[in-house]
């Protein structure tokens, strides 16, 4: 059973920078897709960006592309969210996804299909 818990949440002022982290509980961590979604609260849910298994394609939401930056580190088991010139509009709860059952397809252009793993969430807020 996959596990995924987030870290690296805060406070941060508009224009600075954050980098989330995400442990997997699971070796064969290079294996499958891993990705982020964030929830304002009032608004849906929204897939921000995803990263295949080899790491080799990776998809951003036009809402964070040429800002945020997606990573993951197989050594660590370890995924990463540095996200730049944060604005008001990032401020959300941000969580992990994993798809340990290979049913997610990642390409530059699209991340489409069901991550079964959810972590807790980690809270960003932007603000002056």
């Known amino acids: 059973q996959v596990q995924v818990v987030e870290s690296g949440g805060g406070l941060v002022q508009p224009g600075g920078s954050l980098r989330l982290s995400c442990t997997a509980s699971?070796?064969?961590?290079?294996?499958?897709?891993m990705g982020w979604f964030r929830q304002a609260p009032g608004k849906e849910r929204e897939k921000i960006s995803c990263?295949?298994?080899?790491?080799?394609?990776?998809y951003f939401a036009d809402s964070v592309k040429g800002r945020f930056t997606i990573s993951r580190d197989s050594a660590q088991n370890t995924l990463y969210l540095q996200m730049d010139s944060l604005q008001p509009e990032d401020t959300a709860m941000y969580y992990c996804?994993?798809?340990?059952?290979?049913?997610?397809?990642?390409?530059?252009?699209?991340?489409?299909?069901?991550?079964?793993?959810w972590g807790q969430g980690t809270q960003v807020t932007v603000s002056s």
């Open positions: 699971r070796l064969a961590f290079d294996n499958y897709p």
């Open positions: 996804v994993a798809d340990p059952g290979l049913q997610v397809l990642v390409t530059n252009r699209m991340c489409s299909g069901d991550f079964s793993v």
């Open positions: 990263i295949s298994g080899s790491g080799a394609s990776t």
